[in-house]
């Protein structure tokens, strides 16, 4: 993958040949384990990415079994053409390794806040950096059960929003900027029942140098 590839992550398994098996793969943590401590602990993200992730992985590949790989994006986009035998199968696994990799990737210990076109559009679509923060925590209390919010990027507006499950925003034609994973399998072992506290701690890692990066590529 390139630079550009990686920060889009349309091009996920892009570059592998026509009917190879497995065509996904798991992609590594671009930090340690413990890199995100104490907002989040080595031991949920070993879980998380190592278990969680990887079945992800493995149950789409084998629901996919024999078929060409295609770019992920390109795979949710394109649900409504698989066969109904593999469909929801590919919704929630497709979905689960998309949706993980893009948060793995906007995590990390960067700059604090977003800067520079990000910034700017962030003031346009909520007031302001504190009013963008309060709403994102605030919206990820709102999913009832297992599910992400986003925020997501939609002919050049950004907005917040929920999904079920492993709903990626690509099976409506949106783009992910950034999502939060509101699974409890995301924060049971440190903060229990708590998630709004682990909201709060999550935001204080999100990774703003390559959500700045992502917000610039899909916006062109
Ligand atoms: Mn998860």
Same mark, same amino acid.
């Given at each position: 993958?390139?630079?550009?590839?990686?920060?889009?992550?349309?091009?996920?398994?892009?570059?592998?040949?026509?009917?190879?098996?497995?065509?996904?793969?798991?992609? !590594?943590?671009? &930090?340690?384990? #413990?890199?995100?401590? /104490?907002?989040?602990?080595?031991?949920?993200?070993?879980?998380?990415?190592?278990?969680?992730?990887?079945?992800?992985?493995?149950?789409?590949?084998?629901?996919?079994?024999?078929?060409?790989?295609?770019? @992920?994006?390109?795979?949710? !986009?394109?649900?409504?053409?698989? /066969?109904?035998?593999? *469909?929801?199968? =590919?919704?929630?696994? +497709?979905?689960?390794?998309?949706?993980?990799?893009?948060?793995?990737?906007?995590?990390?210990?960067?700059?604090?806040?977003?800067? $520079?076109?990000?910034?700017?559009?962030? +003031?346009?679509?909520?007031? #302001?950096?504190?009013?963008?923060?309060?709403? @994102?925590?605030?919206?990820?209390?709102?999913?009832?059960?297992?599910? %992400?919010?986003?925020?997501?990027?939609?002919? $050049?507006?950004?907005?917040?929003?929920?999904?079920?499950?492993?709903?990626?925003?690509?099976?409506?034609?949106?783009?992910?900027?950034?999502?939060?994973? =509101? %699974?409890?399998?995301? &924060? &049971?072992?440190?903060?229990?029942?708590?998630?709004?506290?682990?909201?709060?701690?999550?935001?204080?890692?999100?990774? %703003?140098?390559?959500?700045?990066? *992502?917000?610039?590529? @899909?916006?062109?």
């Amino acid at each position: 993958m390139n630079r550009r590839e990686l920060i889009t992550l349309g091009a996920l398994a892009a570059a592998l040949p026509a009917q190879t098996t497995p065509a996904y793969s798991l992609p !590594k943590l671009p &930090y340690a384990a #413990d890199a995100l401590e /104490p907002f989040i602990d080595a031991r949920t993200m070993e879980i998380h990415h190592g278990k969680h992730h990887q079945a992800y992985v493995d149950n789409l590949n084998k629901a996919l079994a024999g078929r060409p790989a295609q770019p @992920l994006d390109q795979l949710l !986009k394109g649900l409504s053409s698989l /066969p109904d035998s593999i *469909r929801n199968a =590919v919704r929630n696994n +497709g979905g689960g390794h998309a949706n993980h990799s893009l948060f793995w990737q906007t995590l990390g210990k960067g700059s604090p806040a977003p800067k $520079g076109k990000l910034a700017t559009a962030i +003031g346009k679509s909520f007031g #302001d950096q504190a009013k963008f923060e309060a709403k @994102l925590h605030a919206t990820g209390l709102t999913v009832f059960g297992s599910g %992400w919010v986003w925020v997501t990027l939609d002919k $050049g507006a950004l907005a917040i929003e929920t999904s079920p499950n492993q709903d990626s925003p690509w099976l409506v034609g949106k783009n992910p900027l950034l999502g939060i994973d =509101v %699974w409890e399998h995301a &924060y &049971y072992l440190k903060y229990q029942n708590r998630r709004a506290e682990y909201l709060t701690a999550v935001m204080k890692v999100l990774n %703003w140098d390559f959500i700045g990066e *992502r917000y610039t590529e @899909l916006s062109k």
